[in-house]
T-cell receptor, first 120, second 108 residues
Framework: GAVVSQHPSWVICKSGTSVKIECRSLDFQATTMFWYRQFPKQSLMLMATSNEGSKATYEQGVEKDKFLINHASLTLSTLTVTSAHPEDSSFYIC????????????????FGPGTRLTVL | SQQGEEDPQALSIQEGENATMNCSYKTSINNLQWYRQNSGRGLVHLILIRSNEREKHSGRLRVTLDTSKKSSSLLITASRAADTASYFC????????FGRGTSLIVHP
């Protein structure tokens, strides 16, 4: 159990286009999902916390209008990279914390396999 | 925000040796988790230790947690070449905080 999927697993796009990445919890409900970005040989940087039914909470330095997050259901969160540029090329990973009762300390998060975005 | 720090940043050992990685964090947590990541791949959950636990074992893994020092250690015994990966600690609370990771290379 506790499987998180991401789609697509990799994407190559032209500069200026928008790319949507989906994160799904397959066998559990998750009020909270997290989006991370990871550059080569670096750690994961938390971009935003996605809460079902409310606006995402973005970390300092992350552009809200650039990285649109929608958490429409307890099993799906999407990250849209708008007007992508080569510097947005990165590995994007989501995670989901089981629970349905709003913002609460989570005990464990389950990670998706990641999406590698390459912007030409 | 990055609040965890793993030490060392890189570790190179021979197969069969033990590997010890340390992690320090700054804020209060209700649990701490260790993950591994193979190059260019997603994260794999290894073990979770709760704030009221001091030590936990899982197969060849041994994790300790010292909340007074805000530190944790991960010991991999009898390492294998397949253990080569990056290892991260994550403090769990309302939001996760990742450390930079330790890059482990196990030479066959």
């Amino acid at each position: 159990g506790a499987v998180v999927s991401q789609h697509p697993s990799w994407v190559i796009c032209k500069s200026g286009t928008s790319v949507k990445i989906e994160c799904r919890s397959l066998d559990f409900q998750a009020t909270t999902m997290f989006w991370y970005r990871q550059f080569p040989k670096q750690s994961l940087m938390l971009m935003a916390t996605s809460n079902e039914g409310s606006k995402a909470t973005y970390e300092q330095g992350v552009e809200k209008d650039k990285f649109l997050i929608n958490h429409a259901s307890l099993t799906l969160s999407t990250l849209t990279v708008t007007s992508a540029h080569p510097e947005d090329s990165s590995f994007y990973i989501c995670s989901a914390a089981p629970g349905t009762s709003g913002r609460a300390p989570y005990n464990e998060q389950f990670f998706g396999p990641g999406t590698r975005l390459t912007v030409l | 925000s990055q609040q965890g720090e793993e030490d060392p940043q890189a570790l190179s050992i021979q197969e069969g040796e033990n590997a010890t990685m340390n992690c320090s964090y700054k804020t209060s947590i209700n649990n701490l988790q260790w993950y591994r990541q193979n190059s260019g791949r997603g994260l794999v959950h290894l073990i979770l230790i709760r704030s009221n636990e001091r030590e936990k074992h899982s197969g060849r893994l041994r994790v300790t947690l010292d909340t007074s020092k805000k530190s944790s250690s991960l010991l991999i015994t009898a390492s294998r070449a397949a253990d080569t990966a990056s290892y991260f600690c994550v403090g769990g609370s309302y939001i996760p905080t990742f450390g930079r990771g330790t890059s482990l290379i196990v030479h066959p």
